[in-house]
């Protein structure tokens, strides 16, 4: 192994701040080599278009394939649901909070989003689901990193935005946070919070320093949570929610889907043992599927049948 590793990452600030968490995690090793954090621009950070389903790993991927980096470090939540056979996800570190949050305009204490509200998100997940809590509510579209959303809250343009909490909390902005949103309600994404570290298959010295701060629980909530999107075939269209939820070695698996007025769902929920997760993930997505949620997430009259 070289006396120094080169480890990929988004440029914006909260990628950054994610890998210098892996980074120091890694450094704690014993005998670990020096890194190097290499930034690398994505197609889905150069193209914003909206409604486009945006990719946050394929120029990362090719440079771990080709050399140029060692490591890569990603949000789990932006992998696609099947990995190239050349990569391995090597470690999922800690998780942190997995919920999103709501930022309003002006914060004070016990402060409320006013009735017909413009709220900020390019989540159509989001989007259904503040529709499904307040019916009055204005959606709008808001792209960009997390900075930028806060400062479009900040200036006026909207008057609240929904972000993750982990994200907020890696930036040391929490303080911010006007509400944490219940998951009764609000079901993230799956593997919302989860930090994700790639290396090349055919490097098993990378993957064993890696896989020194694995969490094979957290692993197991997000291969569960990621098989549910495999299993309807999901991209970041669908108004998909999935969130696996450990309690020593069994983890309760809750997931749904949304039409994109938040008017209708469908949803489930399941046990299964940890080492099972993928299994587990299968089940709830092909149940899912069985009550029509793909054609709810088009909008569409769902032809299973509605629990």
Same mark, same amino acid.
């Given at each position: 192994m070289r006396a120094r590793l080169r480890v990929g990452t988004r440029g914006s600030p909260l990628a950054r701040a994610q890998t210098s968490i892996v980074v120091a995690s890694l450094s704690r090793r014993r005998a670990a080599p020096r890194f190097e954090i290499v930034p690398i621009v994505p197609s889905g950070d150069r193209a914003l278009r909206s409604g486009a389903s945006p990719d946050f790993t394929d120029a990362l991927d090719r440079a771990l394939l080709d050399?140029?980096?060692?490591? +890569?470090?990603?949000? +789990?939540?932006?992998?696609?649901? #099947?990995?190239?056979?050349?990569?391995?996800?090597? %470690?999922?570190?800690?998780?942190?909070?997995?919920?999103?949050? =709501?930022?309003?305009? !002006?914060?004070?204490?016990?402060?409320?989003?006013?009735?017909?509200g413009r709220v900020g998100s390019s989540s159509p997940r989001r989007r259904a689901q503040l529709l499904r809590w307040r019916r009055d509510l204005d959606v709008v579209e808001i792209r960009g990193n997390v900075g930028r959303r806060l400062d479009l809250v900040g200036r006026g343009d909207v008057d609240a935005a929904v972000l993750a909490?982990?994200?907020?909390?890696?930036?040391?902005?929490?303080?911010?946070?006007?509400?944490? =949103?219940?998951? *009764?309600?609000? $079901?993230?994404a799956p593997a919302q919070? +989860?930090?994700?570290?790639? #290396?090349?298959?055919?490097?098993?010295?990378?993957?064993? $320093?890696?896989?020194?701060?694995?969490?094979?629980?957290v692993r197991a909530c997000v291969l569960a949570e990621r098989q549910v999107a495999d299993t309807l075939r999901a991209?970041?269209?669908?108004?998909?929610?999935?969130?696996? #939820?450990?309690?020593?070695?069994?983890l309760t698996l809750r997931a749904e889907v949304l039409?994109?007025? !938040? *008017?209708?769902?469908?949803?489930?929920?399941?046990?299964?043992?940890?080492?099972?997760?993928?299994?587990?993930?299968?089940?709830?997505?092909?149940? =899912?599927? !069985?009550?029509? %949620?793909?054609?709810?997430?088009? !909008?569409?009259?769902?032809?299973?049948?509605?629990?």
């Open positions: 050399g140029r980096i060692d490591l +890569a470090v990603h949000s +789990a939540k932006d992998l696609p649901s #099947t990995l190239d056979p050349r990569l391995t996800l090597a %470690a999922c570190p800690d998780r942190a909070d997995p919920r999103d949050a =709501l930022v309003l305009r !002006g914060r004070r204490p016990r402060s409320r989003l006013a009735r017909g909490v982990a994200g907020l909390a890696r930036l040391g902005r929490s303080a911010e946070i006007a509400r944490i =949103l219940p998951t *009764r309600g609000f $079901l993230p919070g +989860a930090l994700a570290v790639l #290396t090349r298959t055919d490097a098993p010295e990378l993957r064993r $320093l890696v896989g020194g701060i694995d969490r094979p629980i991209d970041c269209r669908m108004p998909l929610a999935a969130l696996a #939820t450990p309690r020593r070695n069994v039409d994109p007025s !938040g *008017r209708t769902s469908v949803r489930y929920r399941a046990q299964g043992s940890a080492a099972r997760a993928v299994d587990l993930g299968r089940e709830v997505g092909a149940h =899912l599927l !069985g009550q029509g %949620a793909q054609e709810l997430a088009r !909008g569409e009259e769902p032809s299973g049948s509605l629990p």
